[in-house]
């Protein structure tokens, strides 16, 4: 139940994120976030961390900043395809003025 609300609950009013058990990799990054939500009566949210889990986050964030470039490499060439792609046919109407 408790990874239920952690991945399935979304109020942005929440602003204080009691942490009692173990998380890592994508779990702790939504416990973040669910503090972290944008509303208008609060500016920032609040981790208070039982397990000592927080030291995981440096790790944790470089693991999916190095997934986010991946995937951002990734995204430039699908799009440079799908230019690529569509102007391929347009080359044989095109004419160089001599």
């Known amino acids: ?25 994508h779990n702790l990054i939504q416990a973040i976030a669910r503090v972290n939500r944008l509303h208008k009566n609060k500016q920032f949210g609040y981790l208070i961390d039982y397990r000592g889990i927080l030291k995981e986050l440096d790790t944790t964030i470089e693991k999916y900043q190095d997934w986010l470039n991946v995937l951002k490499e990734a995204l430039i060439l699908l799009i440079l395809k799908v230019c690529i792609t569509a102007w391929i046919p347009n080359i044989k109407n095109y004419q160089v003025p001599l």
């Open 1 to 25: 139940m408790v990874d239920k609300l952690l991945t399935g609950f979304d109020e942005p009013k929440n602003t204080v994120l009691y942490i009692d058990k173990p998380l890592k990799g």
